[in-house]
């Protein structure tokens, strides 16, 4: 069985620490000869100390160090400013200062990894055990066979193989064989559902949630949380707090992006807004 990992993918991590420790545990597993002596004189370093600070924490990233692993591991300008980013995220002083770094890592991920456009074919928005089915599948440690969907999704066994045929008739999921069972992967494992006006099936989609949502008051209080917000807002207002929604569901997705599932629920979490007044005009508030 071959013992080398994977090289680790940069967009993968939110903190150095870990991308940098992965890295040398990539290097090691492929060179037995590789440490952090062999490593200094690669990046032309003069202390394999000060990178063995760097990498356990103790030390922050010099301009150096940067510069010269950027230049012998990266091959865009995407991953460079990424790692660049990353850094600075890791290192930031102030909560201020990561919230900036994470929206510029944010803003290279986005670039990068284009969620696909999931269009209403095959009713794929009116049921949410299609996209919860595909999130599943995209977990890199659960070997997704259509028993162990059934169980983690509380579903019947027909619904769950109705269900991995329609993933797969969209191209979003196929199966294979590993060690003689059946084994089901994500395709991809982002996904956009157009914001469609009128769509009967987003309807239908947001109503089985809604009522799921309900029905989900009656989980003990750490497993679910419900909130509301009574805000007054015009249409340029209302733009804006969409906007910064938007940001927070994305920042959300960045600091949560793990390929594991270990340990974890899978949550579905909903948000929703609409009036509940008229608009309240001169006339009306005079």
């Known amino acids: 069985m071959d013992s080398r990992l994977a090289r680790p993918t940069v967009y993968d ?22 440490s ?8 032309e370093l003069n202390s394999r100390s000060f990178l063995r600070l760097i990498v356990s924490g103790k030390k922050k990233a010099s301009a150096r160090f940067i510069e010269a692993f950027s230049r012998l591991n990266f091959m865009t300008k995407n991953e460079e400013n990424y790692f660049l980013y990353l850094v600075k995220y890791s290192q930031a002083a102030n909560s201020k200062d990561r919230q900036l770094y994470s929206h510029k890592m944010m803003g ?18 009116s049921d949410p055990l299609l996209p919860r089915l595909l999130s599943l599948l ?20 027909s619904q769950i193989e109705e ?26 494992d982002a996904f956009h559902v157009p914001d469609n006006q009128g769509s009967f099936n987003l309807m239908k989609f947001h109503e089985k949630s809604l009522m799921e949502a309900i029905e989900a008051f009656h989980q003990p209080h750490q497993l679910r949380r419900y909130k509301s ?6 249409e340029a207002s209302l733009e804006k707090f969409n906007m910064a929604l938007e940001n927070f569901i994305s920042e959300q997705l960045l600091l949560n992006n793990s390929k594991n599932c270990l340990g974890t629920y899978l949550y579905q979490v909903n948000f929703n807004f609409h009036p509940v007044t008229q608009k309240m005009d001169l006339e009306m508030v005079k």
């Open 229 to 234: 917000l009574f805000i007054p807002l015009n």
């Open 36 to 43: 952090y002596e062999s490593w200094a004189g690669e990046l």
């Open 108 to 125: 290279i991920l986005k670039h990068e990894y284009e969620a696909q456009i999931v269009t209403e074919k095959a009713d794929y928005i």
């Open 13 to 34: 991590y939110l903190e150095l620490l870990s991308y940098l420790q992965d890295y040398y545990k990539f290097r090691k597993s492929h060179d037995k000869n590789f």
């Open 138 to 157: 995209s977990f890199t440690d659960l070997r997704a066979t259509a028993v162990k969907c059934a169980r983690l999704l509380k579903t019947d066994m």
């Open 163 to 188: 269900a991995l045929k329609k993933l797969e008739s969209m191209k979003l999921a196929e199966q294979t064989d590993i060690d003689g069972n059946t084994i089901w992967i994500a395709l991809s």
